[in-house]
């Protein structure tokens, strides 16, 4: 590794630490799988598979019986489809899938995450790890109690190239839902 990726990096970790929130492993009601935009194509990014991914091991741990994923798009581009497509090819059986097809913001799928579930259920947060701090106040605002999963070796660590227009993306996002 170069001395410029390893300052990035170190400049990512510095960046990111504010937005990171990890909680401790227990049994929760459901698992809540983010949406983000597709791949040009309409498949899967590797954001999105990293999230499915994590999410679906999760519920193979044991540590939810239920997955939620939310996710619509623009223009018919609905994330949640191919998402929930990964999700049953790993093996996540269809009467435990719930999916939403039409959020398009954060505080959407947390909206529509809650009314998939019953208030005050508890449930694990599944996203990038820049994005868990606030997909899991916007579930709370949602009346769910959230549990922040963080993905190690995410794509956020291993692409810190990438990794800064997240993060600056998502500290004005939070900024905005004050």
């Known amino acids: 590794m170069s001395r410029r990726e390893r300052v990035l990096g170190a400049l990512v970790d510095l960046a990111a630490l504010p ?16 949406g983000a935009p597709l791949a040009p194509g ?5 954001v999105l598979e990293e999230r499915v991914r994590a999410g679906v091991d999760l519920y193979h741990r044991g540590l939810a019986p239920v997955v939620c994923i939310s996710g619509g798009g623009p223009r018919g581009r609905v994330e949640a489809e191919p998402m929930a497509a990964l999700a049953l090819e790993l093996g996540v059986p269809e009467e435990a899938l719930r999916v939403d097809r039409t959020a398009r ?11 998939l579930l019953f208030p005050g259920a508890t449930v694990w947060v ?6 868990t701090r606030r997909a899991a106040r916007a579930l709370a605002r949602a009346g769910l109690r959230p549990l922040a999963w963080h993905i190690a070796g ?4 291993r ?3 990438r990794s800064l227009r997240w993060i600056a993306r998502e500290y004005a996002a939070l900024l905005s839902t004050r």
């Open 154 to 157: 995410s794509l956020q660590y």
């Open 19 to 34: 937005l990171l929130r990890r909680d401790p492993v227990e049994r929760a009601d459901a698992i809540a799988i983010f």
């Open 105 to 115: 913001s954060t505080r959407d799928n947390a909206r529509r995450i809650a009314e």
């Open 126 to 131: 599944v996203t990038q790890p820049f994005h």
């Open 159 to 161: 692409h810190p190239e």
């Open 42 to 46: 309409g498949g899967l990014t590797d």
